[in-house]
């Protein structure tokens, strides 16, 4: 084989053995002394301290960071951080998205920021709403012409009130973005807007105690 051939096989194989060292991994949230990790893209897996997952191991927890190792080289993570390359060459690489990650407040529910038409709001997740639902006064505030959607009736205490249904132009949660999202506003008052089944029924849902995970279906 010529000298220069036997150079590029060689730089091939190193490539390889490299990119074989290597593991991006991202942390999710922390259970206790277990870590919620991504590794490759994989689906989020609870790991303990100690034991190993996708050749990538857990070596310590703390509050909301965990150290991992693969091959003695070891990386400290943080909870919402971007995934890092563990092993040889470790640079950072870019969100491989597709998964929401969310924690219970003190009150037992999922709240999260997030955006609609590219409008910050707050959510509150109801897995018992039909749609994406929000009030009046925080249509009004985003700029959300709901009055050109179809108008429908709900029955309260105080008799029947108007609604509209509509669809959204886009709905963002961390960094997931969905298009063309179902969503009704009623003359109600509420704090957040109710993240309902028309966003929520395009995931996976996990619930592990205090924590969910949504991993887009589509």
């Given at each position: 084989?010529?000298?220069?051939a036997r150079r590029s096989t060689a730089a091939a194989l190193l490539a390889l053995a490299c990119a074989a060292s290597?593991?991006?991994?991202?942390?999710?949230?922390?259970?206790?002394?277990?870590?919620?990790?991504?590794?490759?893209?994989?689906?989020?897996?609870?790991?303990?301290?100690?034991?190993?997952?996708?050749?990538?191991?857990?070596?310590?927890?703390?509050?909301?960071?965990?150290?991992?190792?693969?091959?003695?080289?070891?990386?400290?993570?943080?909870?919402?951080?971007?995934?890092?390359?563990?092993?040889?060459?470790?640079?950072?690489?870019?969100?491989?998205?597709?998964?929401?990650?969310?924690?219970?407040?003190?009150g037992g529910h999922f709240m999260t920021e997030g955006r609609i038409n590219g409008?910050?709001?707050?959510?509150?997740?109801?897995?018992?709403?039909?749609?994406?639902?929000?009030?009046?006064?925080?249509?009004?505030?985003?700029?959300?012409?709901?009055?050109?959607?179809?108008?429908?009736?709900?029955?309260?205490?105080?008799?029947?009130?108007?609604?509209?249904?509509?669809?959204?132009?886009?709905?963002?949660?961390?960094?997931?973005?969905?298009?063309?999202?179902?969503?009704?506003?009623?003359?109600?008052?509420?704090?957040?807007?109710?993240?309902?089944?028309?966003?929520?029924?395009?995931?996976?849902?996990?619930?592990?105690?205090?924590?969910?995970?949504?991993?887009?279906?589509?």
């Open positions: 084989m010529p000298p220069l290597q593991a991006q991994v991202s942390l999710q949230g922390v259970l206790g002394n277990k870590a919620l990790l991504i590794v490759n893209g994989s689906s989020p897996k609870a790991v303990s301290t100690g034991e190993s997952f996708q050749g990538v191991k857990l070596v310590s927890v703390s509050g909301d960071q965990a150290v991992v190792e693969i091959e003695g080289s070891r990386r400290q993570l943080r909870v919402g951080d971007s995934p890092v390359r563990v092993g040889a060459g470790m640079a950072a690489a870019p969100a491989s998205g597709g998964v929401i990650v969310l924690h219970a407040s003190d409008e910050a709001v707050r959510f509150m997740v109801d897995t018992g709403a039909t749609l994406v639902a929000l009030s009046e006064t925080l249509a009004r505030r985003i700029g959300l012409d709901y009055k050109r959607g179809a108008v429908g009736y709900a029955s309260t205490a105080n008799g029947a009130v108007p609604t509209w249904h509509l669809k959204l132009e886009s709905v963002r949660v961390g960094d997931i973005e969905l298009r063309d999202v179902e969503a009704s506003v009623v003359p109600a008052n509420m704090p957040f807007v109710l993240l309902g089944n028309s966003f929520l029924n395009r995931f996976r849902m996990k619930r592990d105690n205090d924590l969910m995970v949504l991993e887009r279906r589509y």
